[in-house]
């Protein structure tokens, strides 16, 4: 069915088709800059070396002591490795590795645990967890460079032998085997 029809002499202003909004393109942006130069030159497309407007660039976020960029990255990079030479320096302390897969939880609750305990119950004892790569399915404590407290290799879901585990108990036999 049509529209009816005005009942004015036809003086109705016309709705526009399309409706401005705020939001500017970056083809928008071209047709205001073509339309701003001058009568010589060419048009936008035909120009063969196009000039790009500076954009502001958006600062990276700084990190929490307020300096950012490369600068605080090398800093961080420094006290790491004086940290490690800081470890390197004392071989009575005793070095422990536990390596955890990282296919479930479960694994690195009960690293954590361990690396709690131990570090609780023996001064100067250094706990790191995946100092490597580590296995799929494993769970090791170890001494770097030596003795090997716990080795579950090549687990399969649903993980029984390290679940069996009394992690309590597995902590209290390291700290014996350590001192």
């Not at 083809?27 to 001058?38: C, G, L, N």
């Not at 490369?70 to 071989?91: N, S």
Request: proline content about 7%; hydrophobic content about 30%.
């Amino acid at each position: 069915m049509a529209p009816r029809k005005s009942k004015g002499d036809g003086e109705e202003k016309a709705k526009p088709l399309t409706q401005t909004s705020t939001r500017v393109t970056r083809s928008m942006d071209r047709q205001t800059r073509s339309a701003t130069k001058p009568n010589g030159a060419k048009a936008a497309g035909s120009v063969t070396k196009q000039v790009k407007l500076a954009s502001p660039k958006r600062k990276k976020p700084s990190t929490e002591t307020g300096r950012g960029g490369k600068k605080a990255k090398k800093e961080e990079k420094d006290e790491e490795k004086e940290e490690e030479a800081a470890e390197v320096e004392d071989p009575t302390k005793p070095k422990i590795v536990i390596e955890h897969c990282k296919q479930c939880n479960a694994f690195k609750t009960r690293a954590i645990q361990v690396k709690e305990g131990l570090e609780g119950a023996v001064p100067g004892v250094t706990v790191t967890l995946n100092p490597e790569k580590p296995r799929r399915g494993c769970f090791e404590i170890r001494k770097e460079g030596g003795e090997t407290f716990i080795s579950l290799l090549e687990m399969k879901r649903p993980f029984a032998p390290m679940k069996a585990l009394d992690m309590e108990e597995v902590i209290e036999d390291i700290i014996k085997k350590i001192k």
